[in-house]
């Protein structure tokens, strides 16, 4: 047998090393050969969370496989779970590894646009009989960036049979009705959470709305308010229905939505999606007929509700394959057959003036009530316009985590959050 | 000319391509991260400023002193915990415990780290967990400061403890059982032949053992992020989670990688103990 000396095995490892450079440096199947911005491009990516979330998965693959058949493309999905997505799509834009069109919660789109990589929708929008209200969650100064895919807001819904049972008759409406409604459905007992609100860092931002609710504007001009005196009060009576086991600890959307869903929740908050959401948990098929939207209780009768403006837009990364891209955020956005469609599935409002006026649409009871409940008063979050909102939020839920465990007053939490917060203001 | 290679550099030579990647993938991202520290830079707005050592002044000013303590109760409760069941697992095994539950006892290790920590998110959920259902109480396991870090303890303590016992029998199992037959005719019973045989064998591998699940404890992350991402208030915050907080949540690259430099700082004295050890 012939053996190798030295100088025959380092050519050999060299020639190997060669090798794996040259394919390491090939270009790869998933079309990175594709041209720059070309419409024609055959191949583009599509980032989504609502493909990772059960309730929604099958209805945005529809959309995707739909449009791949009608326009001979390959789309190639990539998802991450909502909690982690901002920092996973960041990261990935940032080290340019993000490509194609890319699902944003309205709220982060600041972070996004201010990395400078998102193409200009603006053409694609003119053409799409989109609502200005809707278009205006796409805008980033005075750019539309993105295409708004549903616009709604945040609110509270309840389970009208526990309330029933609870002896709850008709809605609440101030603080006052609403936490004695939550006082009756405690009583009820068996495992029941009265009000299944956030008290996990990661949606304590509900706290926004309350804390608007006692009358604190969360920004005046350029000034941050949170650890005024409304905002404290808003705090202090969170905490107050915390000690109390009117709200349930160690909860997030997502334990709350498995709670109301298994008829354990009299109350909690979402969006307009929790009617879908929660149908794809529930053991109890009749459970969306007794979910009822509700005005958030206001401080004294004849103040005006408080919510969350919420929605979700597409934007296109510029660059290779962004032209097809920008056209299927068109077509997931406002094709009325494809718009309307995808609202029967999840029950997601669309943008356009056409679908909204859809029978499909407007014969909806559940989402007419909640438009004319919640969203026709909801306001977007003042943080939303900085880049670094997801910061200031997180500032603010880890010290209203801070007064739930009893850890530190209110007055000194919110004072902290609001120093946190300053320099995060650009 | 045909020149040929001596051993020394035929050895560099082979030593390229590694040093190439360390290069590349370690000591390049090192340099650049602890410089970083020195800049006011922001993961998603471009440009950055030279700020010197404040981001560092910030730090010890306020945040890095309960991400310590933080870090310290949580290596030493998830170090302890596990060497003493694993510890008292091996001599369990070594003594003629059946040998087919050595392979039960690994099982929590074979599990993926993140999938174990989902089953006791589980367990621990306060409002549908198993174990409020088993105790027939409503605690907040995660929700509480008090009981979240013991949590967090339990669960890494779960994962951990099969290597432990695997490290410690595998040391046992090299032990003369001569020194053991000679000092029970010698008239001493279990707990001193422990004391007096087991023990001083031990001491090298165990002290070792230790140390390396002192050192990787000092630096883990997913447990703690799955199951409370720092929280309730930052009672779990390691500064693991908040190296990964401050630069991926808070996109604040300068503070986070000035947190990470004093991190690294503190585990170069716990390598260096670790180097001396091994080479002792």
Redo the contacts between chains.
Sequence with gaps: METLN?RAA?RL?GLS?LGAALAACAPDAAGGGAPKGDAAAKRFGFTSWSLNEEAQKAAVRATVDAYAAKHGVRIDTASFPYNEY??QV??KL?GGQLSGAVQLDISWLA??A???KLKDLGAQAAKGGYTDVALSSGRFQDRQLGLPWTTGSIGLVANTEVLKKAGVEGMPATVEEFEDALRKVAKLGG?I?PYAAA????QLKDILPWMRTFGSPLMEGDTITVGDDASVAAVEWYKKLYDA?LI????DRF?AR??FA?G?AAFYDDAVIARGVVAAQSPDKSLTEKMAPLARPVLKAGDQPQALLWGHVIVVVDGEGSDAAADFASYATSDTATVTAFFEKVKLPPTTTAGLADPKVAGDAFTTEWTEKITKTATPNPFWRY??Y??IE?AIA??V??V??G??PAKDALARAAETAKPLQ? | MNRRLTDGQFAWLLMVPGLALFLAIIAYPLVSALVTGFFEQSLVLPGRAFVGLDNFADLLGGDFWPVLRNTLVFTLGATIAPFVIGYALALALDAGLPGWLRGVFLFPWVIPGVVVSFLWLWIFNANYGVLNGLLGTHVSWLGAPATAMIAVIVTKTWASFPWMMVMLLAGLQTMPKELHEAASVDGAGAIRRFRSVTVPHMRAIAGIAFLLEFIWNFQHFDTIYVLTGGGPAGATKTFAVAVYDTAFKGFDLGHATALGGLWMLLLLVLMAFYLRKENA
């Design positions: 030295r380092f490892a090393a901002l920092n960041t990261l940032r972070a996004l201010a990395m400078g495992g959470t008290t996990k860092a990661a086991k349930a600890p160690d909860v334990d498995a709670l298994q354990k880049a670094g997801a910061q997180t880890e010290q985590q801070a739930l465990v850890q530190s650009k």
